[in-house]
């Protein structure tokens, strides 16, 4: 299963998958880095939206995760009309940490995805 992770959340998601071997029970987990959305502080709707349906285009995405930030209101549109979770934080290892936890309580049965979203609200 893959999370998609904004640019400023991926080195901490990466780094906490790293620390529990890529897994949540018998799930491997793969963090998707994105493309930086912000470039002179400006903010790149074209490049929030790609990143936004990259993580749709892809049937093993179980979540995206987020910065808060104005390029929510963009992405988050997109994400929920393909039934994508999304967790809004400003630190990636506390947003893996959440993702990887919603994973373990899923249990075994359904959507993996649906499943998440539900342990996640």
């Known amino acids: 299963m893959r999370a998609y992770v904004v640019q400023p959340l991926c080195a901490g998601a990466e780094r906490e998958l790293r620390g529990v071997g890529d897994r949540a029970d ?6 998707v880095c994105l493309s930086g ?7 790149d709707l074209a490049i929030v939206g790609a990143n936004a349906r990259r993580a749709t ?14 390029g929510n209101a ?3 549109p997109i994400l929920e009309s393909a039934e994508i979770p999304t967790i809004h934080t ?3 290892a506390n947003a893996m940490t959440r993702l990887l936890q919603a994973i373990e309580a899923a249990g075994s049965s359904g ?3 649906a499943s998440v979203s539900d342990q996640l609200r």
């Open 57 to 70: 285009q892809d049937s093993t995405t179980v979540a995206y995760l987020e910065a808060p930030g104005r």
């Open 37 to 43: 959305a912000e470039g002179k502080g400006q903010l």
């Open 90 to 92: 400003s630190s990636g």
């Open 111 to 113: 959507s993996l995805r």
């Open 74 to 76: 963009f992405a988050d």
């Open 26 to 31: 018998d799930v491997r987990v793969e963090a």
